[in-house]
């Protein structure tokens, strides 16, 4: 863990990978802060298990609309306008937020904050695999990763605290401070037109769309986030939900529960892209960790079992008193296992993506088939997941969202081999 941590922040050093890692911080923290929000607009405005799906649903559709062309842009165009404008467009979010009234100003407010999220995660992990060294993408992506996740992990427990302790403007106005400053790192430090490298006149976005989808590897790798992505996205909705509504544990509380997982992400990640790059297999990174948080996430319901069974811990912090109880150590723990799961299998499958682009000198359409075989399943899951809630119960939601994933996980294991023993790259021909 000591050489994860030492080796991103060596890569730190590099103004041009720190002004990167600025955007993902900028971007993960917001994500993040803004779960937790969702739990109390939810209890606020005493939303159903399907409108509460609809918060993730809207932020994943307008994601699914724009992937695609957005990442022919980024190919084609000058990477950095786009990350600049994502940043912007963030700021519009949190002042958006300050105004919500209903739970459909929630929900329009989650479209917006798609477009921006999209802006800033095609376009950052692109150019970091762009100007990354050939031998080197997996350490630059699983750092870059780690400082995301150890910026989630902010997110968690500093947005947790704000949203527990003072009025939500607080929180916006903080999260609006922290993405002006990446602004500004962006717009001083990164190159000027960095990726970037595809003529536009070369290949159009449907020919190069095409020669990707021919590489077996990509087939295997689309088809698995497809059916991943609905159990995840659920887990992401609907745990902090979970937490408030049937356990009533605070904003601050969650943070705690969500800081777990995103701990070991932090320490992790950058050890496991060092190790993807020295052992190879990839494959079997992605397929290991996705199990892993089918695990995890059976495990979710394990609260409703003991809450109750395990006596509460109470303690006074910033002036109240608060209370642990047996929900609050099993969703620590439940969301710990997703953490380490998460670990293995990111930098690996993120390094796929970025070699199987770099064949077509089209990194940023490669990451942008992997951000839409995810925003299909993230389009869909929160509002079935959310549907089952309603009418079966929480426990079947969760165990719906982990069958997903564990079969996702075969799904892909499968087409791996069945394909991968005959490939077939078409060259990308021009118009």
């Known amino acids: 863990m000591a050489r994860s941590v030492g080796g991103s922040l060596g890569l730190l050093k590099d103004r041009e990978f720190a002004a990167l890692a600025g955007t ?18 939810a209890d606020q405005f005493g939303t159903t298990g399907f409108v509460e799906g609809l918060f993730g649903t809207a932020f994943a559709v307008v994601q699914l609309l724009i992937v695609l062309p957005l990442g022919r842009k980024v190919d084609t165009g000058n990477a950095k306008h786009y990350l600049l404008a994502g940043l912007v467009v963030n700021v519009a979010v949190f002042i ?45 992506l699983g750092a870059y990763n780690q400082v995301a996740a150890f910026s989630s992990l902010a997110g968690d427990v500093i947005g947790g605290y704000l949203l527990y302790a003072y009025q939500t403007y607080v929180v916006y106005m903080a ?35 095409r020669a990707l989808l021919d590489r077996p590897m990509i087939r295997s790798l689309v088809f698995f986030r497809l059916a991943f992505s609905v159990g995840k996205m659920a887990v992401i ?30 320490v992790a990640q950058g050890y496991m ?32 079992y003991f809450e109750g069974v395990v006596t509460p811990i ?5 002036g109240k008193t608060q209370a642990l109880g047996g929900a609050f150590f099993a969703l620590f723990a439940a969301y710990g296992v997703l953490g380490v799961a998460d670990s293995i299998r990111l930098p690996a499958s993120m390094a796929l993506f970025v070699e199987e682009g770099e064949r077509f000198d089209s990194v940023a359409s490669s990451m942008s088939l992997r951000s839409i075989s995810w925003k299909i399943g993230q389009v869909a899951g929160p509002a079935l997941v959310g549907t089952i809630k309603d009418v079966v119960s ?24 069945l394909t991968s023993r005959v490939e077939r790259p078409r060259p990308v021909t021009s118009d």
């Open 96 to 140: 958006g937020f300050t105004q919500v009234q209903n739970s459909t100003h929630v929900v329009l407010m989650r479209m917006v904050q798609g477009l921006g999220a999209s802006l800033l995660w095609i376009t950052g992990s692109t150019v970091v695999g762009e100007i990354s060294p050939d031998d080197s993408s997996g350490r630059w």
């Open 314 to 318: 109470e303690f006074s912090a910033f």
């Open 24 to 41: 993902a911080f900028a971007r993960s923290q917001a994500y993040s802060t803004i779960l937790i929000a969702l739990a109390l607009y």
């Open 394 to 417: 929480t426990t079947a939601a969760f165990l719906t969202a982990a069958a997903f994933i564990i079969v996702a996980t075969g799904i892909f294991l499968v087409t791996y081999y």
């Open 175 to 209: 999260l609006s401070a922290v993405t002006i400053t990446a602004f500004l790192l962006v717009w001083r430090s990164l190159r000027e037109n960095p990726g970037g490298r595809k003529d536009p006149e070369e290949a159009t976005g449907t020919e190069t769309l």
């Open 273 to 304: 892209g060092d190790l993807t790059d020295r052992l190879g297999s990839k494959h079997w990174f992605v397929a290991v960790g996705a199990a892993l948080y089918g695990i995890g996430t059976a495990l979710i319901p394990l609260a409703l």
């Open 237 to 266: 909705i609907f745990l902090p939900i979970f937490a408030h509504k049937q356990f009533g544990i605070n904003a601050f509380a969650i943070g705690w529960i969500l800081a777990g997982g995103k701990l070991t992400k932090t």
